[in-house]
């Protein structure tokens, strides 16, 4: 029995388990944006059984809440509003990441974000950022979730 040499047989088998681990593109059909979109970014975006939805900011304006509490509760209600156009809820959320402006408002962030999911929360990263787009947001929310089963 020849053996072939290890060298020649790693380099194939990483090619063929690279090629059984890449994604195929999203087709232009399979990728539905939801939502009235802005030129350069949409609200969410549904591909099959998921939706992803864009970072989300506090609401504005003169009676905008201003604590961390009343920034992440705006935020998650514009997570959960984006999902329900979606066809989705907030209990079918997989995966949400917290950008925010200062680690100091962790604990005042879990305090709001622990309302909107009491038990069974999703996978979540919190990140410390220099700076977001809008002046004054203390942090960006981004969120995905699953669709119900039918």
Known sequence: MRRLP??????AAAAIALCTIVA??????????????????SPAIRVG???????????RGANADTTIQGQTRSTLENIKRVFEMAGTTMANATKCTVY???GTDYSGMNEAYRTFWPS????RATVIVKGLVVPGAK???E???AMPEK
């Open 6 to 11: 290890l060298i020649s047989v790693v380099p």
């Open 24 to 41: 195929a593109p999203v087709s232009a059909q399979a990728r539905e944006s939801l939502g009235t979109p802005s030129p350069t970014i």
């Open 49 to 59: 059984n998921m939706v992803y939805a864009s970072g989300q900011l506090p609401s």
């Open 100 to 102: 925010l402006i200062e």
């Open 120 to 123: 069974a929360p999703p996978a």
């Open 139 to 141: 942090l960006e929310i």
């Open 143 to 145: 969120c995905n979730a």
